[in-house]
């Protein structure tokens, strides 16, 4: 059996746009999420080829071309939130001109499992972490067996839809097979923090300990990785790939610090010719670990930081006081760790004051890098019940799954500004924050490279861009 999976292009719907202008040039990620499924594949015996058409800038008919070369039994596809409808509309494109049967999996899926099949261009969607349920799915349909009874899928039958909305977890995952990275073009992929290729990103965890309101990673159980199978898929895909820069994609790679030192110490031991970032909220950083990280080759550190108000950092569910951000961020670039600050506006209680200050904030703490967000109540999130609570908004994300010319744009609550008002405010935060000449000067003085020039370059041109256009 063979199955082709697709990453394709993102398009932004009204609510996400203010992502769009900090886009160009921040660099390509390996699709993670399908290249675990085509582990999950290829461990029984299913022929895959994933395609991403993002990092190899395909087109429609581009796309097209590839798939009936490989001539696959099946297409798969990952569905998130904000993208759905863009996902959704290749994936009629794909039917279209193939009339392959379609299966979807993601985290849009294991919330909005019904409503997204009601669209007719898919033909089965899988329920939560796919590596128990897909083995199953793929026997039944290699061997003609019903469907009836496996747990995490729904399909139709008879145009009738069965669904079983089981969340089934995987509780070892050292277990998981590793992204399939052969079957990808590690040479493409970077981001603008990265120094060097080969690039890639990787995960140790899943789910994550803590409660920001804000975040939905807080549904998975907690789960992690022992150290030595970490350091196993560093020294895999150093050797096999070539890979020298890894980004760590957990939401807080140092809340267990005692598996992270040993994870460091694993890795100073090895002496591999890598540099690494990884994502950590102030709450679980400590001098020991981040001396731990400098000698293990970790060079940049995104911290959650979020505002310079500590009463809507409380209703964020984030214990951190400012004392402890200034300590945090001084010693981490102190001992020449990189350091980038993640900001949101337009929480409740927020106030052009408030966001004034934060970014004056963002200025005066020891930053090389920030990244601003204007507040998205995702689905599955406290906030996003808040928004439910206090407002006739209603299922908004469920309305926004059925109905494809639905606009998402949910106004800010509790906020005695409007989201538009706020965008031009993130805007001006960026801005500030990269056009300032210690900034330039130090991203100059930063660059090895003529790729890493031209990273630079591009990101600039997207951030003026989006400056201008707001």
């Not at 999996?105 to 007719?120: D, F, N, Q």
């Not at 293990?296 to 964020?316: F, N």
């Not at 469920?398 to 965008?423: F, M, Q």
Request: aromatic share 12%; glycine share 6%; hydrophobic share 35%.
């Amino acid at each position: 059996m063979k199955i082709c999976l697709i990453f394709t292009p993102v398009e932004h719907i009204t609510i996400t746009s203010d992502w769009a202008f900090r886009d160009d040039g921040v660099g390509a990620i390996p699709p993670l999420s399908l290249m675990y499924v085509a582990g999950t594949l290829e461990k029984i015996g299913v022929e895959v080829k994933i395609i991403d058409m993002i990092a190899s800038r395909l087109s429609l008919d581009e796309t097209l071309a590839e798939i009936r070369e490989f001539a696959p039994d099946m297409l798969g596809f990952t569905l998130s939130t904000y993208s759905f409808h863009a996902i959704l509309n290749w994936i009629k494109s794909f039917k279209e001109h193939t009339g392959l049967p379609v299966v979807v999996g993601g985290a849009h899926v294991m919330l909005y499992p019904i409503e997204t099949m009601s669209h007719k261009a898919i033909d089965y969607a899988i329920v939560g972490e796919a590596e128990k349920p897909l083995p199953e799915f793929i026997d039944a349909i290699k061997n003609g067996k019903s469907l009836h009874g496996i747990k995490s899928l729904c399909f139709r039958d008879n145009g009738k839809l069965i669904s079983d909305l089981t969340r089934q977890i995987v509780e070892n995952i050292d277990d998981i097979p590793y992204p399939t990275r052969h079957l990808i073009d590690n040479t493409k992929y970077f981001n603008i923090l990265s120094k060097t290729k080969n690039f890639t990103a990787m995960l140790s965890t899943r789910g994550c300990p803590y409660r920001c309101t804000f975040c939905d990673q807080k549904t998975p159980p907690y789960r992690l990785r022992t150290a030595k199978s970490f350091v196993e898929e560093v020294k895999y895909n150093y050797h096999k790939f070539g890979i020298r820069e890894f980004d760590i994609y957990d939401s807080t790679l140092t809340a267990n610090r005692r598996r992270v030192i040993e994870i460091c110490d694993l890795l100073v031991k090895e002496d591999l010719d890598i540099g690494w970032t990884i994502r950590s909220t102030i709450m679980a950083i400590n001098y020991e670990v981040l001396d731990a990280l400098k000698r293990a080759k970790c060079h940049t550190i995104m911290y959650g930081v979020e505002t310079s108000d500590p009463e809507i950092l409380k209703r964020m569910k984030k214990n951190i006081s400012s004392e402890r951000v200034w300590d945090r961020l001084r010693y981490t670039s102190k001992i020449g760790i990189r350091v980038l600050g993640y900001f949101m506006f337009g929480y409740p209680g927020e106030t052009r004051k408030t966001i004034e200050d934060t970014i004056q904030y963002s200025l005066d703490l020891p930053l090389d890098y920030a990244q601003f967000t204007v507040l998205i109540p995702f689905p599955d999130t406290e906030i996003y019940e808040y928004y439910q609570e206090n407002s006739d908004c209603g299922d908004i994300w469920a309305k926004y799954t059925l109905d494809p010319n639905y606009d998402v744009n949910i106004e800010l609550l509790g906020s005695e500004l409007k989201r538009e008002e706020v965008s031009k405010m993130l805007a001006k935060a960026y801005y500030r924050f990269y056009f300032r000449p210690r900034i330039i000067w130090a991203r100059l003085r930063q660059l090895t490279s003529k790729d890493e020039f031209i990273q630079l370059s591009k990101g600039a041109i997207g951030l003026l861009k989006g400056y201008y256009k707001k």
